[in-house]
């Protein structure tokens, strides 16, 4: 699949205040998702066949608060959704669409940003795969200690990625042990091992392709600290 990107720099936001539960009723609901098994759509919508491969880990946030909740370098606006998840970059093609802008835009092929991303599973499962053996566990979000250790731990893994010790799997056991104060690790953590696991929840659920789109994605730039926001094309 060649895909090309199209990339716009946010310039840094200015936040007065980092919101937090006090006298903010609601929480934040969780998903901890997990599959292995996909099908591509291509360009004119059409599915593939069913495939296997490592397949990927992430979560998914919903903001049930009345006020902007903050989660790593991202905002979630009430009753808005964020999902988080790490990435080995994103590949496309070798041509490029985009245009200049008074606040700041580039061009690539590609996005070898490797580490953080915010909605890229939102953005990339509703328009070129479906997730087809999907499953997640749920829970809420109500601490203030525990938002400050999640948003601590995404920025502290922004620029972090590897196959073997750190990828997506582990970030996303990460962020569910913080919320739950459990501590589900395994030897090697996979989406397989991690789809185990959430299936021993008590309740778990089917998935069935149940993501809210997004209309882009982003990642923190530190060396221009800021985010930036991408959406793809075929």
């Given at each position: 699949?060649?895909?090309?990107?199209?990339?716009?720099?946010?310039?840094?936001?200015?936040?007065l205040c980092l919101c937090s539960f006090t006298n903010n009723p609601g929480s934040i609901y969780v998903e901890w998702h997990s599959f292995t098994n996909y099908i591509s759509i291509d360009k004119n919508g059409n599915r593939s066949e069913e495939k296997s491969g490592a397949g990927h880990s992430f979560v998914v946030f919903k903001n049930n608060t009345r006020k902007n909740m903050n989660i790593?370098?991202?905002t979630i606006y009430p009753s808005g959704y964020l999902s988080v998840g790490l990435w080995n970059g994103v590949s496309a093609g070798s041509s490029s669409s985009g245009s200049n802008s008074s606040s700041g835009s580039s061009n690539a092929s590609s996005?070898?940003?490797?580490?953080?991303?915010?909605d890229l599973e939102r953005y990339y499962y509703t328009r070129f795969e479906n997730m087809r053996n999907d499953v997640y566990a749920t829970c809420t979000l109500t601490s203030d200690e525990k938002l400050k250790k999640l948003t601590d731990l995404l920025k502290n893994k922004n620029d972090t990625y590897n196959l073997a010790f750190y990828n997506c799997a582990n970030l996303s056991t990460h962020i569910w042990n913080i919320i739950n104060d459990t501590n589900y690790y395994g030897f090697i953590?996979?989406?397989t091992s991690?789809?185990?696991?959430?299936m021993k929840q008590n309740p778990y659920y089917i998935g069935n392709n149940s993501l809210t789109s997004a209309t882009n994605?982003?990642?923190y730039d530190n060396g221009k600290g800021t985010l930036i926001s991408c959406t793809l094309h075929y």
């Open positions: 699949m060649k895909l090309k990107t199209k990339m716009l720099i946010i310039l840094p936001y200015v936040f790593g370098y991202k996005v070898s940003h490797s580490g953080v991303y915010y953590e996979s989406p991690n789809r185990e696991q959430i994605f982003q990642y």
